[in-house]
């Protein structure tokens, strides 16, 4: 059941009443359709979330010319045969989570004549479900993007993104958090980066655990059923 456009306003309106005016609101509207997308845009929302290639590629083609301003942030785990069809359009890629996705980004990114922003996506929670680079890998991306800089000249690493575990312990998913912002830190303040300034983006926190993510710097929060209703 899809939520009648007066709710997404007010849930939209009730949840910016609650953010930090430096957090900004990615509003996942991955399994709603066009239409929930459009009411949530003409409460001003404007920055959207998608996990799915397909799904975000049919919306952009269905909005692009009513609503050319919407950001569309790719948010899920992506295939990097599927990159293609981002390029083109995509605003942020939230989850890279290897060397040979952000090979490809860069390399489709180029070919349009874009640099994509990006976050690499860190696998912080306890579920091995969940996706994500582990410390080691993901410090090995950054020098990476360090050591072959003109050649990335394609991406631009903007900073990173996590989920955390599924669990009540609202004292675990608060040390979660504050463990991508000690990493964040720490990229961040170490020479590891070509230009530090654009390395300014902590994207943590959903529908159930984003006022601990606020509270431990989360600089973009990705919020789903809060608004959209449940899918
Ligand atoms: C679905 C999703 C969200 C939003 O989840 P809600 O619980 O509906 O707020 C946030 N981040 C990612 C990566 C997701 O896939």
């Not at 430096?22 to 959207?48: M, N, T």
């Not at 955390?164 to 980066?193: H, N």
Request: proline residues 3%; glycine residues 6%.
């Amino acid at each position: 059941m899809e939520l009648p456009s007066s709710e997404i306003e007010t849930n939209l309106r009730n949840l910016s009443a609650t953010l930090p005016e430096d957090v900004r609101l990615v509003a996942v509207s991955k399994f709603h359709p066009a239409e929930a997308v459009i009411s949530a845009y003409k409460a001003g929302q404007r920055i959207f979330g998608e996990s799915r290639v397909q799904e975000l590629v049919g919306k952009y083609e269905q909005l692009h010319q009513v609503a050319p301003d919407i950001k569309w942030h790719f948010i899920g785990s992506l295939q990097t045969n599927k990159v293609k069809y981002l390029a083109p359009f995509v605003d942020m890629i939230q989850s890279v989570d290897s060397e040979r996705l952000l090979e490809e980004i860069n390399r489709c990114a180029l070919k349009h004549g874009r640099c994509i922003p990006i976050l690499l996506e860190v696998h912080i929670a306890q579920e091995e479900s969940k996706g994500g680079l582990e410390e080691e890998e993901l410090l090995e991306l950054v020098e990476i993007l360090y050591e072959r800089y003109e050649e990335f000249a394609g991406v631009e690493l903007c900073g990173l993104m996590t989920m955390a575990s599924l669990t009540e312990d609202e004292v675990q998913i608060e040390a979660e958090f504050l463990r991508l912002r000690s990493l964040f830190d720490r990229i961040k303040y170490s020479g590891m980066l070509r230009r530090p300034d654009s390395f300014c983006e902590l994207s943590m926190g959903m529908s159930g655990d984003y006022p601990i993510a606020v509270r431990a710097g989360a600089t973009l929060v990705r919020i789903g059923s809060a608004i959209f209703g449940e899918r």
